[in-house]
């Protein structure tokens, strides 16, 4: 179990746990035009040509069954899957979303410019305020696993439970497709789209339309929701997802793009679970209200009769998602480290496959640079790092041993005389936001090539002069593999000068295709070894010890 001693105490449940949402009012006004703009409209039409009449269709003359119809046990199936992985994924992203409480359609994340903010606090401008500083509480009961800053464990639920809502969108997708089902939700005639107005303008004005039973086929309006919810709203979720990525931004930025980048991405992806969440709300709003024990009956059981036994079953159903929610909350608290491997059982080799074969690849100019990029983590409190800083690093040596036939200790001069290379690339930290900056320095190949480590080293080991979250020593590892790569580099500039101390005077890691948590500051010292298992805890990484974190986070 976590023990949820005083330092977890004071990261996890802090004592400002106070909720506030604040809406830019462009966003406001936005917002307003999209919700109140048809309504208006439909009261408009109301008030000049009377409400709209709606000749039933023939699939609404219950029991006449003229088409495709009925619920087979896939889609009653898939329907349950859905909601089980779908709140999974609700939950957990909210407590991924509450790590870095402000959503932006600007990769700078400056601070100012986010569109919403889900923290009553304005970033202070008088000191440093880190990322780790502005992330907030959220209650457990709404969220997976809650409280504040537990990204690592929301992650491993994120990861674990995308699988079943893609394999059961995909299931349902060829089930449609390989049956006439698919006609119940896509229009086959351009007349659907006059229908479903006039059905909102009877909404809109509180009359209900003569409801078809969903046995038969749906209302015009219910047919576009679902097909906007299947083939709309499930794929932005799954595409916008990828597009936050470090490793598939850095190597395809212009994908990204198409949702206004990263950060755009990010804020699709919300937005995508608002209109989840309307859309839930509404559904089963409009189930109860059309005939709640009916409709129970199609979707649980597949009959089309009065009885209770859909409902009731469906109670059950619906009491097992509820549990499965309690059931989540203990195994982050008791099992954290179970749960981190099990995700790290389904997402690791699926990444050595895929995302971390892609090389970063980004072209951004001197005029992209962000403005503010956040900080993160701990200054070091070390004297000899103190002591070195105020002397401008004049006696600084980098050692470099473990695993290699030529252990060295470097000062900065000699880091410079290995080839110094710029970069300029967006980081992306786990906590959600972004920036962009220009980072000068050795490219770990040619560190590699003056070290030659031996045929036994597999991974490198990097050692900060800083402190962790819990006051340990802030390390983390790096498969050979991925430090070649291009783009990987040792940092000594940044936007063209020293190292701030802030970002990690007098050295710091970049690795393009991962998260920024892989990305020391403060490097004191580097190891070659043959394994991340053999340092700390053995998961590869203080951040992967102590909160859970991935080992290789391209995603
Ligand atoms: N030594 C040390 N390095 C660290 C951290 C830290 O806390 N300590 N934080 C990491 C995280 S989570 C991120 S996002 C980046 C932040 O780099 P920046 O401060 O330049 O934005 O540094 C990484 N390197
Ligand atoms: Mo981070």
Same mark, same amino acid.
């Given at each position: %179990?976590? =023990?949820?001693?005083?330092?977890?105490?004071?990261?996890?449940?802090?004592?400002?746990?106070?909720?506030?949402?604040?809406?830019?009012?462009? =966003?406001?006004?936005?917002?307003?035009?999209?919700?109140?703009?048809?309504?208006?409209? =439909?009261?408009?039409?109301?008030?000049?040509?009377?409400?709209?009449?709606?000749?039933?269709?023939?699939?609404?003359?219950?029991?006449?069954?003229?088409?495709?119809?009925?619920?087979?046990?896939?889609?009653?199936?898939?329907?349950?899957?859905?909601?089980?992985?779908?709140?999974?994924?609700?939950?957990?992203?909210?407590?991924?979303?509450? $790590?870095?409480?402000?959503?932006?359609?600007?990769?700078?994340?400056?601070?100012?410019?986010?569109?919403?903010?889900?923290?009553?606090?304005?970033?202070?401008?008088?000191?440093?305020?880190?990322?780790?500083?502005?992330?907030? &509480?959220?209650?457990?009961?709404?969220?997976?696993?809650?409280?504040?800053?537990?990204?690592?464990?929301?992650?491993?639920?994120?990861?674990?439970?995308?699988?079943?809502?893609?394999?059961?969108?995909?299931?349902?997708?060829?089930?449609?497709?390989?049956?006439?089902?698919?006609?119940?939700?896509?229009?086959?005639?351009?007349?659907?789209?006059?229908?479903?107005?006039?059905?909102?303008?009877?909404?809109?004005?509180?009359?209900?339309?003569?409801?078809?039973?969903?046995? &038969?086929?749906?209302? @015009?309006?219910?047919?576009?929701?679902?097909?906007?919810?299947?083939?709309?709203?499930?794929?932005?979720?799954?595409?916008?997802?990828? @597009?936050?990525?470090?490793?598939?931004?850095?190597?395809?930025?212009?994908?990204?793009?198409?949702?206004?980048?990263?950060?755009?991405?990010?804020?699709?992806?919300?937005?995508?679970?608002?209109?989840?969440?309307?859309?839930?709300?509404?559904?089963?709003?409009?189930?109860?209200?059309?005939?709640?024990?009916?409709?129970?009956?199609?979707?649980?059981?597949?009959? $089309? $009769?009065?009885?209770?036994?859909?409902?009731?079953?469906?109670?059950?159903?619906?009491?097992?998602?509820?549990?499965?929610?309690?059931?989540?909350?203990?195994?982050?608290?008791?099992?954290?480290?179970?749960?981190?491997?099990?995700?790290?059982?389904?997402?690791?080799?699926?990444?050595?496959?895929?995302?971390?074969?892609?090389?970063?690849?980004?072209?951004?100019?001197?005029?992209?640079?962000?403005?503010?990029?956040?900080?993160?983590?701990?200054?070091?409190?070390?004297?000899?790092?103190?002591?070195? %800083?105020?002397?401008?690093?004049? $006696?600084?040596?980098?050692?470099?041993?473990?695993?290699? +036939?030529?252990?060295? #200790?470097?000062?900065?001069?000699?880091?410079?005389?290995?080839?110094?290379?710029?970069?300029?690339?967006?980081?992306?930290?786990?906590?959600?936001?972004?920036?962009?900056?220009?980072?000068?320095?050795?490219? %770990?190949?040619?560190?590699?090539?003056?070290?030659?480590?031996?045929?036994?080293?597999?991974?490198?080991?990097?050692?900060?002069?800083?402190?962790?979250?819990?006051?340990?020593? &802030?390390?983390?590892?790096?498969?050979?593999?991925?430090?070649?790569?291009?783009?990987?580099?040792?940092?000594?500039? %940044?936007?063209?000068?020293?190292?701030?101390? +802030?970002?990690?005077?007098?050295?710091?890691?970049?690795?393009?295709?991962?998260?920024? &948590?892989?990305?020391?500051?403060?490097? #004191?010292?580097?190891?070659?070894?043959?394994?991340?298992?053999?340092?700390?805890?053995?998961?590869?990484?203080?951040?992967?010890?102590?909160?859970?974190?991935?080992?290789?986070?391209?995603?």
């Amino acid at each position: %179990m976590i =023990a949820f001693d005083a330092a977890h105490q004071a990261v996890h449940y802090p004592e400002d746990r106070r909720f506030r949402i604040w809406v830019s009012p462009r =966003a406001l006004l936005f917002v307003f035009v999209l919700v109140l703009g048809p309504v208006l409209l =439909a009261w408009l039409q109301h008030a000049i040509f009377g409400l709209p009449h709606l000749s039933p269709s023939s699939a609404s003359a219950a029991g006449t069954p003229s088409g495709p119809h009925g619920f087979p046990f896939w889609v009653r199936w898939s329907h349950f899957s859905n909601l089980f992985f779908l709140f999974m994924l609700i939950r957990s992203g909210l407590s991924i979303l509450m $790590d870095h409480p402000r959503l932006y359609w600007n990769d700078h994340c400056t601070p100012g410019t986010e569109w919403i903010r889900f923290t009553p606090l304005k970033v202070p401008k008088n000191r440093i305020w880190t990322a780790k500083d502005d992330a907030r &509480y959220i209650s457990p009961i709404v969220s997976t696993p809650g409280y504040r800053h537990t990204v690592g464990i929301a992650r491993s639920w994120h990861f674990i439970t995308v699988y079943g809502f893609v394999l059961t969108g995909a299931f349902f997708v060829i089930g449609l497709l390989t049956s006439t089902q698919w006609e119940r939700l896509v229009p086959t005639s351009p007349g659907v789209f006059v229908q479903a107005w006039n059905t909102f303008v009877l909404y809109a004005n509180f009359h209900f339309p003569l409801e078809p039973n969903g046995f &038969y086929g749906y209302n @015009a309006l219910q047919q576009l929701a679902y097909l906007a919810t299947v083939f709309v709203m499930a794929p932005l979720a799954i595409l916008t997802g990828m @597009a936050m990525s470090p490793a598939l931004v850095n190597r395809f930025p212009r994908y990204t793009k198409i949702f206004g980048g990263r950060q755009g991405a990010r804020s699709t992806h919300f937005l995508v679970l608002i209109g989840f969440i309307c859309f839930i709300v509404i559904h089963v709003t409009l189930i109860a209200l059309t005939g709640f024990e009916r409709n129970m009956n199609h979707i649980v059981l597949g009959t $089309d $009769d009065l009885r209770s036994g859909g409902m009731i079953l469906g109670f059950v159903g619906i009491a097992v998602v509820l549990l499965s929610w309690i059931v989540a909350h203990y195994i982050s608290w008791f099992f954290p480290r179970g749960l981190q491997h099990a995700q790290k059982a389904v997402t690791h080799p699926v990444m050595l496959l895929t995302l971390d074969r892609l090389h970063p690849r980004e072209h951004y100019t001197t005029k992209d640079i962000s403005p503010h990029f956040w900080p993160n983590g701990k200054m070091p409190v070390r004297e000899d790092w103190k002591r070195l %800083m105020a002397d401008n690093f004049k $006696d600084y040596r980098l050692k470099v041993t473990g695993l290699v +036939e030529n252990p060295v #200790e470097l000062s900065l001069d000699d880091l410079r005389t290995l080839g110094l290379e710029d970069n300029i690339t967006m980081h992306h930290c786990i906590q959600g936001w972004s920036g962009i900056a220009q980072w000068g320095g050795v490219s %770990m190949r040619k560190l590699i090539e003056h070290v030659k480590p031996l045929p036994s080293a597999n991974v490198v080991a990097f050692y900060s002069f800083g402190g962790s979250l819990y006051g340990d020593l &802030y390390y983390d590892t790096q498969t050979i593999f991925n430090v070649l790569k291009p783009e990987s580099l040792l940092a000594l500039t %940044m936007n063209g000068s020293p190292l701030p101390a +802030e970002y990690g005077a007098p050295v710091r890691l970049r690795v393009e295709n991962q998260l920024g &948590y892989k990305m020391v500051k403060w490097i #004191e010292r580097i190891e070659f070894v043959t394994s991340e298992k053999l340092l700390g805890e053995g998961e590869g990484g203080i951040n992967e010890d102590d909160e859970y974190f991935d080992l290789l986070p391209n995603i």
